[in-house]
C-alpha cells in the first residue's frame, strides 16, 4: 500500500498530509466554533483550517489558554485572547458551540466509539482511559473521530463500551441524548466516512490516494455503506492539500514532522 502521491506538478504529498488536509476540511464549515482536537493529527487539521478555510476557529492551546494566533504543534502562543482552565472546559461542552474531534479504540456500524475497555464490561480483558468527555461530547457537540490505523480491530460489529454515542443509539435513548447529537466526520489513514448511511450507519465518502477499496474492506469489520462490491471508479478520492496547505503543514505547523508519527510513510 503507498502512502504517498503526487501533484500534476511532480510534488511528493505523504498520506498523513492528506489526512491533515481531511482533517482540516471536516472543520472548513463550522464558522465561528471552538476546535476542540485531541492528538497530533486531529491538531495539526484544526490550526491548517483556521489557517485557510475558517478563519473564525476559535483554537486554544490544549491547555488553558485561547489562542489568537497559530503557533506550530505544542508551540506556545504569542498571541492569547483568552483563559479556558480545565474547570470552565465543561462550561462549554455544555452551553457552548463546540467541534470536537477524538481518537478511537473501536467505532461500530452506527457511529458508537469506545475508548473505556475491551471485552465484557464486567470483567475486560484490557482497561482503556475510561469515558472520560466522551457521552458529554457526543451529547452536546458536533463530534468527529480520528483513527491512525483502521483494522478490523478498531471498525468492529458492535463496540465493547458505548463511550461515545452514535445517532441511532441516541435516538433511541431519547431527546436528551438526540436533541445536539451529530457525528459529523470519521477519518482515518485509509478514508473519510460519516454516518449518513442507511439506519445511520458508517457511510463511505471517499478514499484517500493510493487506497483501493479492497484494502478499505479488508480494514473494516462491518459492511460500509457506500462501499459494497462496487469499483474504485465508483467512489470519491479524499483531495490532495495544496501547495499553499503543504507550506503551512511542513513549514509553520509542522517542521519537525510529527504527523508522520501518526501516518508513516512507506
Known sequence: MSTETKTETGT?????????AAVADAFSDDGEIFGSPMGIMPMLGVRLAKLTSNPDLVISDGESLFLGGVPPLFAKG???EGWIPFRRVFDVVAYGKRHVMMGATQIDRHGNQNISAIGDFAQPRRQLLGSRG????????RTSYWVAKQSPRVFVEQVD?????????????????SRFNDIHRIVTNLGVF??????????????????SLDEVRAA???EIAGLGSGSDAD???TRVPTA?????????LDPRKLREREVPSA
Not at 499553499?244 to 511542513?250: F, S, V, W
Open 12 to 20: 511528493e504529498i505523504s498520506r498523513a498530509e492528506v489526512c491533515a
Open 78 to 80: 504569542d498571541v492569547v
Open 134 to 141: 466522551a457521552p458529554g461530547n457526543t451529547v452536546n457537540n
Open 161 to 177: 463500551v458505548v463511550s461515545g454515542v452514535g445517532p441511532k443509539l441516541a435516538r433511541e435513548a431519547g431527546p436528551a441524548a
Open 194 to 211: 460519516d454516518v449518513n448511511g442507511p439506519d445511520d450507519t458508517v457511510r463511505l465518502l471517499s478514499v484517500h490516494p493510493g487506497v
Open 220 to 222: 473494516s469489520g462491518f
Open 235 to 237: 467512489v470519491s478520492t
Open 244 to 252: 499553499a496547505e503543504l507550506m503551512l503543514i511542513r513549514e509553520v
